[in-house]
């Protein structure tokens, strides 16, 4: 099956430390990979996408996140996390076949003070 | 413009009720979608739209009927739902081909 699965449905993190949140994905063609963030009862904001270009990919709000075919990895990071990244965080992938975009199960990221 | 729109933002419905979700974008996109996220769960699939055609049904009740009349609207027709389709339902776009989706900041619906 062609997904993405997020390591980690939760990650702890105090306030100005780095902050990694997994995902791997699983595809048969050269897909897009994209990381979303959620805020409570808030829509989706697209952190970053990585579409076959550059395979270090620089996001809004500091985060990045590298692309590795051998390790069929996409995990998104942060150098010092702030009080305002508490949010969910969904690795998704476009599988170009048929305009298929699928969600991970989400990881919930909580910042400590 | 990177907006899609969705209308209403809530929508509260009776079981026997007959209403539609309406979704816009004027992005030129050729793809749309329609996505059902419960609380807590990541969004889930459920139809995709292509140059106006349905492309993708990932086996959704028919209850649920999607309609895309033009390149700009898509629309979600509800009909006969059940307490458990309570969700926000989202309308999403984008170029065809591995780009990337912009969403709307959907409609929370309620089936009572």
């Known amino acids: 099956a062609q997904s993405v699965t997020q390591l980690d449905s939760h990650v702890s993190v105090s306030e100005g430390t780095p902050v990694l949140l997994r995902c791997n994905y699983s595809?048969?063609?050269?897909?897009?990979l994209f990381w979303y963030v959620q805020h409570p009862n808030k829509g989706l904001q697209l952190l970053l996408k990585?579409?076959?270009?550059?395979?270090l990919v620089k996001g809004i709000n500091g985060f990045e996140a590298e692309f590795k075919k051998s390790e069929t990895s996409f995990h998104l990071t942060k150098p010092s996390a702030h009080m305002s990244d508490a949010a969910e965080y969904f690795c998704?992938?476009?599988?170009?076949?048929?305009?298929?975009?699928?969600f991970g199960k989400g990881t919930r990221l909580h910042i400590l003070p | 413009d990177t907006e899609v729109t969705q209308t209403p933002k809530h929508l509260v419905m009776g079981m026997t009720n007959k209403k539609s979700l309406k979704c816009e974008q004027h992005?030129?996109?050729?793809?749309m979608y329609w996505y059902k996220q419960k609380a807590k769960k990541p969004p889930e699939l459920m139809f995709v739209?292509?140059?106006?055609?349905?492309?993708i049904n990932e086996s959704v009740p028919s209850r649920f009927s999607p309609e895309c009349p033009n390149s700009s609207l898509l629309n979600l027709h509800l009909h006969a739902l059940q307490p458990e389709d309570s969700a926000l339902y989202l309308c999403?776009?984008?170029?065809?081909?591995?780009?990337?989706?912009?969403f709307g900041q959907g409609t929370r619906l309620t089936v009572v």
């Open positions: 999403a776009s984008s170029q065809v081909g591995l780009a990337e989706a912009f």
């Open positions: 990585y579409t076959s270009a550059a395979t």
């Open positions: 998704v992938v476009n599988l170009n076949r048929d305009d298929k975009i699928i």
């Open positions: 739209y292509s140059y106006e055609k349905l492309s």
């Open positions: 992005m030129g996109h050729r793809a």
């Open positions: 595809s048969s063609y050269s897909p897009s």
